[in-house]
């Protein structure tokens, strides 16, 4: 099962190192991961999203919680949350397909944040199902270049 | 000075914990972070947010290369590109304040995804000059919780 796990640690030089040596230690992998402040500049947060055996990501989040610079871990999973990621995408143009990818991106409610001759870059933000979608749609101009941030979530209410 | 790095790798595990040792073995802290699969779901890119003696920054660029899982490195810093982030912030409200935080929310063409009784969540994207000066005027009502991706970039053209 997929997993959201979001951390709360000390911002040090070697942390980082130590939470994703608990991951490869085991050969799990981690399909993305965010690391930045929080409103306090001493912690920062890292979200992890990974996918594995729910007894051995039970065990990760032990481990991850024995870390002296692990101030706090939730699995996002169990909670009620939204999630969001941005992903930005340059994708080819021409200018017969120029009009038909401005108006995908309107659909989406996504923006254009550049513009050239050969391509256009499109910012977008959702979750997973509506980032997926446009990518997609994307794939069929000719994607040149995709940069995600991966995904983030915050617990409702 | 401030570098902002591209770094393609490998989608394995265990190629961050190696990226991640580069910068801790130098006692070199990592700013933000953000790993996600490019449209090759082999090929992972990580945006690595970092501040340090632009000599010391160019050897951990040298050392990157050098790992076997890392594909290509760029330093953005240099280049023309155009950098983005993703921020949710939980801001407390009341009937009196809900209003005025709405007003600001629209100001940023920020969003909000999740509303109670006391808190208001928002979603915001841009560069880092726009999503500071939002945290900023949010933290006068009271942040209860702040959840950023970290920057991603993007060349232009």
């Known amino acids: 099962m997929e997993h959201v796990i979001s951390c709360l640690v000390e911002n040090k030089s070697g942390v980082l190192s130590r ?13 993305t991961l965010c690391v930045a402040p929080t409103q306090d500049a001493n912690v ?17 989040i ?7 610079d692990v101030i706090k871990v939730t699995d996002m999973t169990a ?4 999630e969001r990621e941005l992903v930005l995408i340059k994708v080819a143009c021409t200018a017969a ?3 038909d990818i401005i108006q995908l991106v ?35 101009f000719g994607i040149r270049e995709l940069v995600r941030t991966g995904r983030v ?4 209410g």
């Not at 909670?79 to 939204?82: F, N, P």
């Not at 944040?113 to 997609?136: F, N, P, Q, Y």
Request: contains cysteine.
């Open 106 to 140: 309107n659909v989406f409610r996504a923006r254009i944040i550049d513009v050239d001759l050969k391509t256009l870059t499109v910012e977008v933000v959702g979750d997973s199902r509506k980032v997926e979608a446009l990518i997609e749609l994307m794939r069929s």
């Open 153 to 156: 979530a915050i617990l409702r």
């Open 19 to 31: 939470v994703a040596g608990l991951f490869s230690g085991r050969g799990y992998n981690i399909d």
């Open 97 to 99: 397909t120029r009009a």
């Open 44 to 60: 920062s947060r890292m979200t992890i999203v990974c996918r594995g055996d729910d007894r051995i990501i039970e065990q990760i």
């Open 79 to 82: 909670e009620e949350h939204v």
């Open 62 to 68: 032990k481990q991850l919680n024995k870390l002296i």
